[in-house]
């Protein structure tokens, strides 16, 4: 019998060879949604024989999010956390210097961001090569990835394909699928939009080899094979991500456009983390991406503090609030008035689950 890892070179095999067309669609699908259980069953195999090579990295997240640094080796990563944050990381001339997850805190208006210094990535790091296996392990805690490369190493589509392979969707948003389970009646596909990157019988055919049977399905976007397997296995990481571009200014600007007009989906900023150069555009990029909003906390009975914003992720609640605040806020609960965009009126009381928007005043009141 063959073993697992045979059974996917099988598979991949079958799926490379196979001229995609309609008549074969429905057939490379099912192969698709088999491939990526075995897949998903082998690693977590070697995760129980703890295969990749040695310890893990495990890095306690701070601040008001995280950020990971991926890149190659020696494309700067270490300079540039120590040049925007309190971080001291090694710096030298040749590859693999950073050994471990170096963490640093920047601010920035108000926020604070953790940066984590990644060792460098290579060809295969989804396999394992080079302990890459840990390495994106730990980027899954992240809020959002900075795919650092430099003027002379610049292929981005190595680094996103070994995050990729590992489950991270970068830039992308999990299908609009909705599964309601039945005890009988088959499953049944309801559309809001035309499919035209797969069809009905296909997803039915992805759904029941995962071992959904009964069920009423509801798809509100033209999606692609690929991602109803993703939603069924359940385990991809969502993140949005940037690039930057380092030693920049070793090339002209034409060059820089010749880069910039091979990259895309990603916004790009072109720096020198050794010259300080565009790290302020950095900066603001990273922060503009993690969609931080500022609140303004009024205490009961007294005036708004507008000096000091409290910076949270967007679609926080007050109940979010409330735990950052302190441990009891949120057993000790009993309203929250808000003011500003995200109250109906001036002062409307709210619950916990009520989500804010940038710039709201509120004011939290707990049983005391």
């Given at each position: 019998?063959?073993?697992?890892?045979?059974?996917?070179?099988?598979?991949?095999?079958?799926?490379?060879?196979?001229?995609?067309?309609?008549?074969?669609?429905?057939?490379?699908?099912?192969?698709?949604?088999?491939?990526?259980?075995?897949r998903?069953?082998?690693?977590?195999?070697?995760?129980?024989?703890?295969?990749?090579?040695?310890?893990?990295?495990?890095?306690?997240?701070?601040?008001?999010?995280?950020l990971?640094?991926?890149?190659?080796?020696?494309?700067?990563?270490?300079?540039?956390?120590?040049?925007?944050?309190?971080a001291?990381?090694?710096?030298?001339?040749?590859?693999?210097?950073?050994?471990?997850?170096?963490?640093?805190?920047?601010?920035?208006?108000?926020?604070?961001?953790?940066?984590?210094?990644?060792?460098?990535?290579?060809?295969?790091?989804?396999?394992?090569?080079?302990?890459?296996?840990?390495?994106?392990?730990?980027?899954?805690?992240?809020?959002?990835?900075?795919?650092?490369?430099?003027?002379?190493?610049?292929?981005?589509?190595?680094?996103?394909?070994?995050?990729?392979?590992?489950?991270?969707?970068?830039n992308?948003?999990?299908?609009?699928?909705?599964?309601?389970?039945?005890?009988?009646?088959?499953?049944?596909?309801?559309?809001?939009?035309?499919?035209?990157?797969?069809?009905?019988?296909?997803?039915?055919?992805?759904?029941?080899?995962?071992?959904l049977?009964?069920?009423?399905?509801v798809?509100?976007?033209?999606?692609?094979?690929?991602?109803?397997?993703?939603?069924?296995?359940?385990?991809?990481?969502?993140?949005?991500?940037?690039?930057?571009?380092?030693?920049?200014?070793?090339?002209?600007?034409?060059?820089?456009?010749?880069?910039?007009?091979?990259?895309?989906g990603?916004?790009?900023?072109?720096?020198?983390?050794?010259?300080?150069?565009?790290?302020?555009?950095?900066?603001?990029?990273?922060?503009?991406?993690?969609?931080?909003?500022?609140?303004?906390?009024?205490?009961?009975?007294?005036k708004?503090d507008?000096?000091?914003?409290?910076v949270?992720?967007?679609?926080?609640?007050v109940?979010?609030?409330?735990?950052?605040?302190?441990?009891?806020?949120?057993?000790?609960?009993?309203?929250?008035?808000?003011?500003?965009?995200?109250?109906?009126?001036?002062?409307?009381?709210?619950?916990?689950?009520?989500?804010?928007?940038?710039?709201?005043?509120?004011?939290?009141?707990?049983?005391?």
């Amino acid at each position: 019998m063959s073993t697992i890892e045979e059974q996917i070179i099988e598979i991949e095999e079958e799926i490379k060879n196979t001229p995609y067309n309609k008549a074969t669609q429905h057939h490379i699908g099912k192969l698709k949604a088999k491939l990526a259980r075995f897949r998903d069953e082998l690693e977590k195999r070697k995760v129980q024989r703890g295969a990749g090579g040695g310890k893990g990295y495990s890095v306690r997240k701070s601040g008001n999010a995280t950020l990971a640094i991926v890149g190659y080796p020696s494309v700067g990563k270490s300079t540039l956390l120590n040049k925007i944050t309190d971080a001291e990381s090694d710096v030298a001339e040749y590859r693999f210097t950073t050994l471990s997850i170096i963490p640093g805190i920047m601010e920035y208006k108000g926020a604070k961001i953790q940066i984590l210094d990644m060792p460098g990535l290579i060809k295969g790091a989804s396999k394992g090569k080079g302990r890459g296996r840990e390495v994106i392990s730990a980027a899954r805690s992240a809020d959002l990835i900075l795919l650092m490369l430099d003027v002379f190493s610049y292929n981005l589509d190595t680094l996103v394909n070994e995050l990729y392979k590992a489950g991270f969707r970068l830039n992308q948003q999990p299908p609009d699928i909705t599964i309601s389970k039945h005890d009988r009646g088959g499953l049944n596909v309801n559309t809001t939009v035309k499919l035209t990157k797969t069809n009905e019988d296909i997803i039915k055919s992805i759904m029941s080899s995962y071992g959904l049977i009964n069920a009423d399905i509801v798809i509100r976007e033209n999606i692609t094979d690929d991602q109803v397997i993703d939603f069924m296995s359940g385990n991809k990481i969502y993140l949005p991500a940037i690039v930057a571009i380092n030693k920049s200014d070793l090339i002209s600007k034409a060059e820089s456009k010749k880069i910039i007009d091979n990259i895309k989906g990603f916004k790009v900023v072109f720096i020198s983390a050794e010259r300080n150069k565009e790290l302020q555009k950095l900066k603001k990029t990273i922060y503009d991406s993690l969609n931080f909003i500022r609140l303004y906390m009024r205490p009961q009975g007294e005036k708004t503090d507008f000096k000091e914003p409290m910076v949270v992720k967007s679609n926080s609640t007050v109940g979010m609030i409330c735990e950052i605040l302190h441990r009891d806020f949120r057993k000790k609960f009993r309203y929250s008035l808000i003011w500003g965009k995200s109250a109906k009126f001036p002062g409307q009381v709210v619950g916990l689950d009520h989500i804010l928007m940038d710039h709201d005043v509120i004011t939290i009141v707990i049983r005391r």
